[in-house]
């Protein structure tokens, strides 16, 4: 089988159980962004040391978390009344109390914050903090996608949980390394 279907060269997209829909849809949209997440995931796991016990850690629970977000993928691109949707992985209420338990665990090491930080530090900080933003977006995604087709409540309250985790594993990730957080400096 040939990585190219041609299929799409319309501007059309198929979705898994069947059917087709264009490739600026708002379930494309938010399923698109999931996976730039899931791909800058990447490049932050590519980023941790494997000598330094933190991002060893954080680049463990990384790439647990690709796997979170390739479910939350594939469950955007199965329309819920295809016969596909009773095969497709969820995220659920036991993802996003998993993602607190790793807040809780990556940020407890974290000095508590007493000014807003600016993204930067080391280069693994600064890539998790543009996953953080990527987040952001494709939790926003998800909320308006979810006014018209219900993905049920656990997807985002995941990613709502998934970038404060990136926030906390950027501070940690610069706090490791001996590197302060950059505060923003406010305009006089």
Known sequence: MKLYTKTGDDGSTGLYGGGRVMKHHPRIEAFGTVDELNSWLGVCVCG?????PVEARIREILIGLQSRLFDLGADLATPSGSASAARVARIAAKHVAEAEGFIDEIDGANEPIRV???AGGTPLAANLHVARTICRRAERLLVSFNENEPIGSSAIEF??????????????????????????????
């Not at 941790?48 to 330094?52: G, V």
């Not at 594993?169 to 923003?184: C, Y």
């Open 48 to 52: 941790c040391a494997a000598d330094q």
């Open 116 to 118: 807003f930080v600016l």
């Open 159 to 188: 990613l709502n949980r998934l970038s404060d985790l990136l926030f906390a594993m950027a501070r940690r990730a610069n706090r490791a390394r001996g590197v302060a957080d950059v505060p923003w400096q406010k305009d006089a």
